[in-house]
């Protein structure tokens, strides 16, 4: 009777279907990408790590074997986002003429959002939690930095005041990322129409807005 019985046990687990054992560096990446989707739908305060374990089939202990805690899993989410944010911006301004190189930043902001609504979700919401670096704002400032070369060279060519470049790096970078976040719920119009509404103010201003404003960099245009 018992020998039957042990047969039947071991048939049963024959038949279940095998769990794969992760890797370390695997099961790393699977509480990352569980923790991205859990603090951009409740945020930082809104996520617990048993919420996070029970998401990945893992016991807390496990969380806190690679992260020392929701505090340090949280700070590895936001530095990857902030780094591809940056990636992003960086890689997109290639050589141009100015207004190109605004229309490269403001595509490359709202194609991160596209791609990495999570991300910027967190980043938009509460990063200074777990980045170093600081706020959200002190992650646009980065950016601003990047587009403040471009308005000194502007500037410099019309004549202007290239000391006031940094001024006008801020209010554009804040706009676009302003008006990114209102798209992400929005979800329209499209991702170009956006673009070329914001090069449109930011470039021409208000005194010289273009009826039907496109992206020079638009195919056959």
């Known amino acids: 009777m018992a020998a039957r019985d042990a047969e039947r046990r071991e048939s049963t687990r024959a038949r279940r279907p095998g769990r794969v054992r992760m890797s370390g560096a695997d099961r790393r990446e699977q509480l990352i990408d569980v923790s991205r989707s859990l603090f951009a739908q409740r945020g930082f305060d809104g996520t617990s790590v048993e919420e996070i374990a029970a998401t990945a089939l893992v016991s807390k202990p496990v969380v806190y074997e690679h992260f020392g805690g929701k505090e340090g899993l949280y700070a590895v989410v936001v530095d990857r986002e902030v780094r591809t944010l940056l990636d992003g911006i960086r890689g997109s301004l290639t050589s141009g003429h100015q207004r190109e ?10 194609d991160y959002i596209e791609a990495h609504t999570d991300g ?7 990063s200074s939690l777990g980045h170093a ?6 992650i646009l400032n980065d950016v601003a930095t990047q587009v403040e070369g471009i308005l000194s060279a502007e500037f410099k060519r019309q004549g202007l005041e290239p000391k006031h470049a940094p001024i006008y790096a ?7 990322a302003i008006t990114g976040q209102w798209w992400l719920d929005a979800q329209h119009p499209g991702k170009r129409e956006v673009a070329a509404h914001l090069v449109n103010l930011s470039w021409n201003g208000l005194s010289h807005l273009q009826a039907k404003p496109t992206l020079v960099t638009d195919p056959g245009r």
């Open 101 to 110: 190189l605004l229309e490269q930043a403001a595509l490359a902001l709202l």
């Open 170 to 176: 801020q209010m554009l970078v804040g706009m676009v």
């Open 133 to 138: 670096g600081g706020s959200f704002a002190t």
């Open 120 to 126: 910027f979700r967190i980043l938009a919401r509460d």
